[in-house]
């Protein structure tokens, strides 16, 4: 996990960021736990979460859900988008969004806070990747290759996904994205909350 260096995708204006780390931090406060206590749940430094929550340092996908998971929220949200009670409609250039320098990827929430699904597009540079390990979730998810190809780490066997391929994932079962191409890769995923 290093610092926020990366500039964002070509076709992603940077007028729109999300404050992760405020959001975490306001998450973790809604909780009661110290930055130690949040630390030990996440198997995180104290220092780290300390810098995630002041934007000095961005997780990678893998780390955000793990962070979701210890505050007991879904992943999307983490993100701090249009609320509820709002239009049904999220413009590309409102999404909110998030990078990680080290795995190269960026996730952005594509949904609505307060609705049923949960929609999210993670693009992998080359050689990016979802975490360090694959992850399961508590959820089954769709995916959809929109762009390049994908390696997917699917419990112990892995698949190439190319453009137009697409994937259920059940809940509990761990999974990893890798693009090991040699260009930008874009994954849909949605879930059920």
Not at 90 to 115: K, N, T, Y
Not at 132 to 159: N, S
Request: glycine letters at 8%; a positive charge; hydrophobic letters at 40%.
């Amino acid at each position: 996990m290093s610092r926020v260096s990366n500039p964002l995708p070509k076709d992603l204006p940077a007028h729109a960021p999300v404050a992760l780390g405020t959001r975490v931090r306001q998450l973790r406060a809604k909780t009661g736990m110290s930055v130690r206590a949040f630390a030990g749940a996440t198997d995180f430094s104290a220092s780290f979460i300390s810098q995630l929550e002041t934007g000095v340092v961005s997780p990678s996908l893998g780390s955000l859900e793990k962070i979701a998971e210890a505050l007991g929220v879904t992943l999307r949200d983490l993100f701090v988008g249009p609320q509820e009670g709002q239009a049904l409609i999220v413009r590309r250039d409102e999404r909110p969004h998030a990078s990680s320098s080290w795995s190269r990827a960026h996730i952005e929430g594509l949904g609505i806070a307060g609705q049923k699904l949960t929609a999210l597009l993670i693009t992998l540079e080359p050689e990016g990747r979802s975490g360090k390990r694959p992850r399961a979730q508590p959820r089954e998810e769709f995916a959809f290759v929109m762009e390049g190809e994908v390696r997917l780490t699917l419990g112990e066997e892995e698949h190439e996904l190319r453009k137009g391929d697409s994937a259920v994932i059940p809940a509990g079962v761990p999974r990893l994205w890798v693009n090991s191409k040699s260009r930008e890769a874009r994954v849909l995923i949605v879930s059920a909350l």
